[in-house]
């Protein structure tokens, strides 16, 4: 097996894994490559509790549709998450147990009617009761019948089927590729026709949104370790008892080895109160955690307001959609205004006291500082931990080098000198992309054996030495008049 010490002039020329650790450091430097963001939706319309991929707005509306009546807000907010930039966005519908798909019977054409054929719309929610249904002959073969089916007046589908078999219906309808909405169900044969009906509605559809609670969003975050993303957001809930759980959620999993960023935000109310910056600050004392960022106000998009909770979508897409050795400090947005502008000395207090901003300079609207809602920092932790960006480096670090180890190293590789020689030389490497890519300093890193430590035969201790870089935040000036 290839191992050993190599230079970027001394290249090793044996087989090895130095690729593996290559690829890594190549993913984490480009912008948007490690940009996975989960969160908890509400809809009247998706799968309920499964998780969906979202790379794009059409996705969306497909999934989920655009309505956000009575309580729904998956479209603007997984929207806000991909225009911060997330390369991904992990959708998971929220529902309270009451959740029903509409549906309706059909008869067939008996002397006493029979119901034979059950229409379900395909996912629980109040979407379901816009559909309408139209059964008739159809126009071209006597022999056929067609369904139609209707969201309020738009037409959604014709299915063609046979017209004297209920099973045939139902397997037409369930066969058809561009049937995306109902489900149908043989409950009889009957006398094998089905009777012609027009425009007759599903009903009883309920999005299963009105009983959602604390213990629904707890559910859903023990579902969520079983992903793999970078930032979570709250979809716009501001309410500090789920906050709390978050934080303690978000604390534990870290310390388990997931480095996980939860973005959390406040209410509206309190985003534009008197004591709009206690507020704001008074929740980064509470989170005081490398791993939460806090958003203190929110912003203005065409017509609509959105509040610092309902922003930690953009927020969090901002944050992973950047690459490794960029920052959200200064990063422009696209929004028109915030909802409250901070004075000058408000915004110290907010850089001050873990407070994620965005600000308006009189020209645009851009983030404050990349700072998360770490205040009191503890022992062996320095300013550095405070920044989003040195959070992001050594999360990131930390899941390549634990990923590749655990698919080309552990239970692979003999724990020889050679062996150990290969897995120094890999992660080197590793660090000098990052190095290159000015992620870390490129004097000074190094990976070698722990000699603190007197390892079991099975066991390797590494001990690793680099120097983040950071990106200029504040330039110091001074003009002498001669």
């Given at each position: ?11 090793p ?7 593996a ?15 996975v ?10 799968p ?24 729904a807000?998956a ?20 529902a ?85 909405w ?28 009105a ?30 008892a789920?906050q709390?759980?978050?934080?303690s ?5 870290r ?11 406040g ?24 791993g ?5 106000t ?35 947005s ?28 009189g ?12 205040v ?17 480096v ?38 000098q ?13 190094d ?36």
């Open positions: 097996m290839a191992g050993g010490t190599w230079s970027s002039t001394d290249k020329v044996l087989p090895g894994f130095y690729m650790f290559r690829a890594a450091a190549s993913a984490a430097i480009q912008s948007g490559s490690r940009g963001v989960i969160a908890p939706v509400h809809s009247h319309w998706g309920v509790k499964q998780f969906v991929e979202i790379t794009r707005e059409a996705d969306i509306a497909e999934v989920f549709t655009r309505s956000e009546a009575s309580g807000n479209y603007s907010t997984l929207k806000l998450a991909l225009l911060g930039g997330a390369r991904k966005v992990i959708a998971y519908r929220l309270d147990g009451n959740e029903k798909a509409a549906t309706i019977t059909l008869s067939d054409t008996g002397t006493t009617p029979v119901n034979v054929l059950k229409l379900d719309a395909k996912y629980p929610g109040a979407r379901g009761n816009a559909f309408k249904v139209t059964v008739q002959v159809n126009p071209v073969d006597a022999g056929k019948k067609d369904l139609k089916l209707f969201e309020g007046t738009t037409l959604l589908r014709t299915i063609t089927f046979t017209g004297a078999s209920i099973q045939a219906a139902a397997a037409e309808i369930n066969g058809d590729s561009g049937n995306e109902i489900v149908a169900t043989k409950v009889a044969e009957g006398n094998g026709i089905l009777t012609n009906v027009s425009g007759i509605s599903l009903a009883g559809g309920d999005s299963g949104i009983g959602i609670v604390n213990a629904n969003y707890a559910a859903a975050l023990t579902d969520f370790e079983t992903q793999e993303f970078n930032v979570l957001y709250l979809d716009g809930v501001s309410d500090p789920l709390a759980s978050v934080v959620w978000t604390n534990r999993i310390e388990e080895g997931k480095g996980v960023i939860a973005v959390l935000g209410s509206s109310t309190d985003d534009v109160a008197s004591d709009a910056v206690s507020k704001a600050t008074l929740r980064s004392t509470i989170f005081n955690s490398e939460i960022v806090n958003v203190g929110g912003a203005k998009l065409g017509d609509i307001s959105y509040s610092s909770a309902q922003l930690t979508a953009y927020v969090a897409g901002l944050i992973a959609g950047q690459g490794l050795n960029e920052s959200t400090t200064y990063a422009p696209p929004f028109e205004d915030v909802t409250r502008r901070w004075s000058r000395s408000e915004q110290e207090q907010a850089a001050r006291n873990g407070v994620f901003l965005l600000i308006h300079d020209r645009q609207v851009k983030a404050l500082r990349g700072i998360n809602s770490l009191a920092l503890p022992e062996g932790k320095t300013n550095s931990w405070k920044k989003i960006r040195t959070i992001r050594m999360d990131s670090i930390n899941s390549d080098l634990q990923r590749t180890a655990e698919d080309f190293y552990i239970g692979k590789v003999n724990n020889s000198e050679e062996g150990r020689l290969a897995l120094i030389g890999a992660c080197k490497q590793y660090l992309s990052l190095a290159q890519a000015g992620i870390i300093e490129t004097e000074g890193y990976v070698y054996s722990d000699p603190d430590f007197t390892p079991e035969p099975d066991q390797v201790f590494l001990k690793w030495e680099a120097r983040l870089t950071d990106v200029m935040e504040q330039i110091f000036s001074t003009f002498i008049v001669r």
